[in-house]
Nanobody, 120 residues
Framework: QVHLAESGGGLVQVGASLRLSCAVS????????MGWFRQAPGKEREFVAF????????VYADAVKGRFTISADNAKNTVDLQMNNLKREDTAVYYC?????????????WGQGTQVTVSS
């Protein structure tokens, strides 16, 4: 089994930064692709960013492009999401997910999520 654990969420003001981290453990062989997703209250879960353990490529949702950066540390088995210039609309539960395919819509492994709240 693969275990994903997110950390780093919190309450911040508009314009602030946060860094989320996802620790990946367990039977990780073959889990080559990792991503971050989010779900705001009353909305469907949406894609945020994607990469693999080599760090190439990195793909972002248009809403976060230029503000968020995804990075993977193969030695530590962590995938981070650096979030800068946060906006109120970034408020959501953020989830880390992974799989053997780059098809982000079908990632089989998910963490429990971490809450990010951006206030004005």
């Amino acid at each position: 089994q693969v275990h994903l654990a997110e950390s780093g969420g919190g309450l911040v003001q508009v314009g602030a930064s946060l860094r989320l981290s996802c620790a990946v453990s367990g039977r990780t062989f073959g889990v080559d692709h990792m991503g971050w997703f989010r779900q705001a209250p009353g909305k469907e879960r949406e894609f945020v960013a994607f990469t693999n353990w080599s760090g190439i490529p990195t793909v972002y949702a248009d809403a976060v492009k230029g503000r968020f950066t995804i990075s993977a540390d193969n030695a530590k088995n962590t995938v981070d999401l650096q979030m800068n210039n946060l906006k109120r609309e970034d408020t959501a539960v953020y989830y880390c997910a992974g799989g053997s395919s780059d098809d982000t819509s079908n990632f089989p492994f998910w963490g429990q999520g971490t809450q990010v709240t951006v206030s004005s």
